[in-house]
């Protein structure tokens, strides 16, 4: 083969390299880690301890109830907050937040800034990369299900991907106005917080239950913190192979 040619077969092999490489596309990120070329966890798997506690998934993949939908490990999970109604605050506790439901699922999460847009309305993108979580507040008149004194709603949406499993690639929380005053941060800060932490929860896996003792208990209980069945279940989803 003439030189000349052998440049250009170089050439082209190292463009369509670099496209795998850097290209967002979650289909580009299936091949690469296919060829070798995929990421490592930003973050190490968890635990799974076993303390008989009380969880549920949010999703399970289709014809197996037992397997849970979650977020790819190998990715961070990119969000951006929209600070309008955001109470004296209101941007600590999520930071707070976050850094917890990071710690107990070994998920990496990746702060992309202030954004104007509405939790929820985005999503999966025909091209490119799907819209980040949109963490927000708002009133019941904009959010239906905020009514009967609900102070968060959160939760994420899935797509399949090459392997055929589902698997979340957006989400949203939006918080009450109505709860979150600057008087509730201030008074209350770790009820609050667990608040943001319950709808965290929701968007990388887990469903309500019916134990009192678990922060995944679909009313306010006083609880503040992970009881063990919102472990188990979160190290469950954050230990989902990539991809």
Excluded at 46 to 65: E, H, N
Excluded at 192 to 204: C, G
Excluded at 226 to 231: C, E, I, S, V
């Amino acid at each position: 083969m003439p030189r000349r040619t052998w440049m250009t077969v170089i050439a082209t092999v190292a463009v369509m390299v670099a496209i795998l490489a850097f290209h967002p596309s979650d289909q580009f990120a299936t091949v690469r880690r296919a060829i070798g070329l995929g990421a490592q966890r930003p973050l190490p798997a968890p635990t799974v301890v076993r303390a008989g506690g009380t969880f549920s998934y949010a999703m399970t993949q289709p014809g197996d109830d037992s397997e849970p939908v979650g977020w790819d490990p190998c990715e961070e999970i990119r969000y951006r907050v929209n600070p309008s109604g955001e109470p004296q605050g209101g941007r600590a506790l999520i930071d707070r937040a976050i850094a917890r439901i990071s710690d107990a699922t070994g998920l990496a999460f990746e702060d992309e800034g202030d954004t104007d847009k509405r939790p929820f309305p985005g999503g999966v993108k025909l091209f490119g990369r799907a819209d980040p979580v949109i963490i927000g507040w708002a009133e019941a008149a904009e959010y239906p299900d905020l009514a009967d004194q609900v102070a968060g709603v959160g939760g994420a949406i899935a797509e399949r991907g090459g392997g055929g499993s589902l698997h979340f690639v957006s989400g949203g929380i939006v918080l009450d106005v109505e709860a979150f005053t600057d008087a509730a941060v201030a008074q209350q800060p770790r009820v609050m917080e667990a608040i943001v932490l319950h709808e965290l929860a929701h968007v990388v896996g887990l469903a309500h239950v019916n134990e009192p003792m678990e922060l995944m208990f679909a009313d306010n209980s006083g609880q503040v913190g992970f009881g063990p069945g919102d472990l188990e279940g979160l190290a469950r989803l954050g230990s989902l192979p990539c991809g």
